[in-house]
T-cell receptor, first 114, second 114 residues
Framework: AQTVTQSQPEMSVQEAETVTLSCTYD???????LFWYKQPPSRQMILVIR??????QNATENRFSVNFQKAAKSFSLKISDSQLGDTAMYFC???????????FGQGTTLQVKP | DGGITQSPKYLFRKEGQNVTLSCEQN?????MYWYRQDPGQGLRLIYY???????QKGDIAEGYSVSREKKESFPLTVTSAQKNPTAFYLC?????????????FGQGTRLTVV
């Protein structure tokens, strides 16, 4: 069975600085997808970034980038130039190409301080 | 506007009663999912469905039931067998059976047992 683990329950960062959120996962599959979602206080889930396992190149979306290490089963999220609006809970997620099952980690609460 | 709608936003249930949470999407998505989120916790998968008239148990299916009679609808019933049903419930949908595309989420239903 697949699992997703986020080992940092809470993190904080000063505005304009860079922060990295960690995620590890476990799977025996070779083809899968990984995601980072953001859940602000409104509780609406928002996709931040997506990575296909078959792509070696790390995905980037503006200030957000990932460090995907397939062999280590690691998928960290880097947020550059942190903004107050980045304050939210961040979830790492795994999607199986075989079953379509989509599972999430425990989440990391990020606070950006002015 | 296309989207995914959960209703009601707040729901109160007496102990021993079954209650059904509604989830409707007009995005023409194949896959639909139900998650439970407890305070400060991650999203735990209850059930998911890739096609009409078929669904699979997630990690915490006990005490819950679902149906997928129409592509647009994936209602979740919380039965009296669910020992601790008070939680925030999120429904999601995605376009591909094999995963890999963004999951869109509803606004959630907050269920409280009184």
């Amino acid at each position: 069975a697949q699992t997703v683990t986020q080992s940092q329950p809470e993190m904080s960062v000063q505005e304009a600085e860079t922060v990295t959120l960690s995620c590890t996962y476990d799977t025996s599959e070779n083809n899968y997808y990984l995601f980072w979602y953001k859940q602000p206080p409104s509780r609406q889930m928002i996709l931040v970034i997506r990575q296909e396992a078959y792509k070696q190149q790390n995905a980037t979306e503006n200030r957000f980038s990932v460090n995907f290490q397939k062999a280590a089963k690691s998928f960290s999220l880097k947020i550059s130039d942190s903004q107050l609006g980045d304050t939210a809970m961040y979830f790492c997620a795994f999607s199986s190409s075989n079953t379509g099952k989509l599972i999430f980690g425990q989440g990391t609460t990020l606070q950006v301080k002015p | 506007d296309g989207g995914i709608t959960q209703s009601p936003k707040y729901l109160f249930r007496k102990e021993g009663q079954n209650v059904t949470l509604s989830c409707e999407q007009n995005l023409n998505h194949d896959a639909m999912y139900w998650y439970r989120q407890d305070p400060g916790q991650g999203l735990r998968l209850i059930y998911y469905s890739q096609i009409v008239n078929d669904f699979q148990k997630g990690d915490i299916a006990e005490g819950y039931s679902v149906s997928r009679e129409k592509k647009e609808s994936f209602p979740l019933t919380v039965t009296s067998a669910q020992k601790n049903p008070t939680a925030f419930y999120l429904c999601a949908s995605s376009i591909l059976k094999g995963g890999g595309t963004e999951a869109f989420f509803g606004q959630g239903t907050r269920l409280t047992v009184v």
